[in-house]
């Protein structure tokens, strides 16, 4: 079974105090890994798609990597703004279709 | 244009109601999809419509029925929902099944009274 773990579940940051989440995968046939950022009560909203092992994405504060087991979502110098939870997606293969799978999330917090 | 409008934000509805979310793109996305979420959990797949046919069906009960009417419409019908039903019902689509970079709306928070 396709399994998407991320951790920590939660984390409390200093403002300006780098860290990584991460996201470990065990999925036949990955075609794809997501990141997504998501407010709350709100839709998420896209950052980052990750298609092979050593692939890096950066947007602002944010850098994804991707191993052939794990992403990381590094977050550099966070602002209080950066607070959110952070899902991690992969997209394998079933039949002839490709299902995403979420994983539980990371809920960050940045305090000023 | 990369924005995925649900209607309503907000639905309050009683067991015996009948009610309808929608969801509409422009991006000319192929690949439309209802998440369903609970609080502190992740989005959970319902269906995915590929092309305005139903391509996946994640074995929802039938007081959930979805609808394409074409390739920018989603609707989700519901009737006789039960309150364990409350949750954020998420709308997103992506260029294609393949490719599931999916741009998601802003949800339609649902109470079931």
């Known amino acids: 079974e396709d399994q998407v773990t991320q951790s920590p579940e939660a984390l409390r940051l200093q403002e300006g105090e780098s860290s990584s989440l991460n996201c470990s995968y065990t999925v036949s046939g990955l075609r794809g890994l997501f990141w997504y950022r998501q407010d709350p009560g709100k839709g998420p909203e896209f950052l980052f798609t990750?298609?092979?092992a050593g692939e890096e994405k950066e947007k602002e504060r944010l850098k994804a990597t991707l191993t052939k087991k794990e992403s990381f979502l590094h977050i550099t110098a966070p602002k209080p703004e950066d607070s959110a939870t952070y899902l991690c997606?992969?997209?394998?293969?079933?039949?002839?279709?490709?299902?995403?799978?979420f994983g539980r999330g990371t809920s960050l917090i940045v305090h000023p | 244009d990369t924005e995925v409008t649900q209607t309503p934000k907000h639905l309050v509805m009683g067991m015996t109601n009948k009610k309808s979310l929608k969801c509409e793109q422009h991006?000319?996305?192929?690949?439309m999809y209802w998440y369903k979420q609970k609080a502190k959990k992740p989005p959970e797949l319902m269906f995915v419509?590929?092309?305005?046919?139903?391509?996946i069906n994640e074995s929802v009960p039938s007081r959930f029925s979805p609808e394409c009417p074409n390739s920018s419409l989603l609707n989700l019908h519901l009737h006789a929902l039960q309150p364990e039903d409350s949750a954020l019902y998420l709308c997103?689509?992506?260029?294609?099944?393949?490719?599931?970079?999916?741009?998601f709306g802003q949800g339609t928070r649902l109470t079931v009274v």
């Open positions: 991006m000319g996305h192929r690949a």
């Open positions: 997606a992969v997209q394998a293969r079933a039949g002839g279709s490709y299902i995403p799978t």
């Open positions: 990750l298609y092979s």
């Open positions: 419509y590929s092309y305005e046919k139903l391509s």
């Open positions: 997103a689509s992506s260029p294609s099944t393949g490719i599931t970079e999916a741009f």
